[in-house]
Nanobody, 127 residues
Framework: QLQLVESGGGLVQPGGSLRLSCTAS????????MGWFRQAPGKEREAVACISSRGSYTHYAASVSGRFTTSRDNAENTVYLQMNSLKPEDTAIYYCATTGGLSVQALCARPGEHATWGQGTQVTVSS
């Protein structure tokens, strides 16, 4: 069974930074586009950032563009989300996910019912 595990969430003040990690087990990530998604209480899940299998292409939601950066280290089987200039509205549970065969844009648009999801990590931005 494919498994993704996120880490790195926590409580941070507005303007601060966090780096989330997503590590895969039982499969290798190097042929999969990967995505970061978030869901705040009472809101729909939304795509935050997606990255191609080799890291050449990335896609960001308009709300995080210029503040968040996704990257990956396929040798470590890990994908990262560097979050800078955090705002209270970034507060949410953050998930990584992948669906085999999808492009970066397609993954961000709709991961689909066959996506593999991590358990999520809480990010809280508050003073």
């Amino acid at each position: 069974q494919l498994q993704l595990v996120e880490s790195g969430g926590g409580l941070v003040q507005p303007g601060g930074s966090l780096r989330l990690s997503c590590t895969a087990s039982r499969f290798t990530l190097n042929t999969y586009a990967m995505g970061w998604f978030r869901q705040a209480p009472g809101k729909e899940r939304e795509a935050v950032a997606c990255i191609s299998s080799r890291g050449s292409y990335t896609h960001y939601a308009a709300s995080v563009s210029g503040r968040f950066t996704t990257s990956r280290d396929n040798a470590e089987n890990t994908v990262y989300l560097q979050m800078n200039s955090l705002k209270p509205e970034d507060t949410a549970i953050y998930y990584c996910a992948t669906t085999g065969g999808l492009s970066v844009q397609a993954l961000c648009a709709r991961p689909g019912e066959h996506a593999t999801w991590g358990q999520g990590t809480q990010v809280t931005v508050s003073s």
